[in-house]
């Protein structure tokens, strides 16, 4: 019912940068929020951040302060902007998004972040 397509991951060095783009498409339906989440192996996958679509914000207190989640105009795109990366940040990043009143449900295929020097 809709399409994710993320990119932007890859290797980085602690304390660097990295920015993730997620591109919506063929939705069938209004999306409410936008997010994302990362998961490591053996463990649940957690949030990262997420927008609504009034511009309201919510970071995980691991990122608080070092990662920016936003939106474009149309409301299809998110991005997350990571500063200040650190080895813990290491793991595989969804983008998820979700209509109003629901939880999340649809799901990228996963970008791999790896923050080691």
């Known amino acids: 019912q809709v399409q994710l397509v993320e990119s932007g991951g890859g290797l980085v060095q602690p304390g660097g940068s990295l920015r993730l783009s997620c591109a919506a498409s063929?939705?069938?339906?209004?999306?409410?929020?936008m997010g994302w989440y990362r998961q490591t192996p053996g463990k649940q996958r957690v949030l990262v951040a997420d927008i609504t679509v009034d511009g309201s914000t919510n970071y995980a207190a691991a990122v608080k302060g070092r990662f920016t989640i936003s939106r474009d105009n149309a409301g299809n795109t998110v991005y997350l902007k990571m500063d200040s990366l650190i080895p813990e940040d290491t793991a595989v990043y969804y983008c998820?998004?979700?209509?109003?009143?629901?939880?999340?449900?649809?799901w990228g295929q996963g970008t791999q972040v790896t923050v080691s020097s």
């Open positions: 998820t998004v979700r209509k109003i009143f629901r939880t999340y449900e649809y």
């Open positions: 063929r939705s069938t339906f209004s999306i409410y929020a």
